[in-house]
């Protein structure tokens, strides 16, 4: 997976449904396929948590199979990673079925970004290039 574009800042949201303040700018996950031989928590994060696959192209006109996750809000003020998995959920369906699960074929990691309270949130970031593209063609984002 290629992060593209991940959060820089967000306003918490704290625990109503109703109170959502997305993560900006919206995270963007890029799917690079290569030959595969070569204690309690509280669930911090609220919103579409889980996306399918676009195939969009990028600010240079590349085209790719992208994953945008635009409805995702932080309940809590602090400094936090995002943590990406994909998964093949149409390659075995009789195991998936008996086990229940599927196994993660990669992972990746957003850079850390901040979530301000109310008081000390210093505003939306501008929407990039790459949110006005993706927005362009078709994907539901709030650009500014």
Do not use: H
């Not at 229940?100 to 970004?113: D, K, L, R, Y």
């Not at 949130?121 to 063609?137: D, K, N, V, W």
């Amino acid at each position: 997976l290629e992060i593209a574009q991940g959060p820089q800042r967000a306003r918490m949201c704290g625990f109503g449904d109703k109170d959502r303040r997305p993560i900006t700018p919206p995270p963007c996950v890029r799917l690079i396929i290569k030959d595969r031989q070569t204690g309690t928590t509280t669930r911090n994060l609220i919103g579409a948590v889980v996306a399918s696959a676009f195939k969009l192209q990028d600010t240079e006109d590349n085209l790719g199979i992208w994953f945008v996750l635009s409805d995702l809000s932080v309940r809590t003020e602090g400094v936090f990673r995002l943590k990406f998995s994909f998964f093949n959920l149409t390659a075995d369906q009789e195991n998936l079925l008996d086990q229940g699960s599927s196994a993660v074929i990669c992972t990746g990691f957003s850079e850390p970004f901040t979530v301000y309270s109310a008081k000390k949130f210093p505003g939306m970031i501008e929407s990039t290039e790459l949110s006005r593209r993706f927005a362009a063609q078709g994907v539901k984002l709030a650009v500014r």
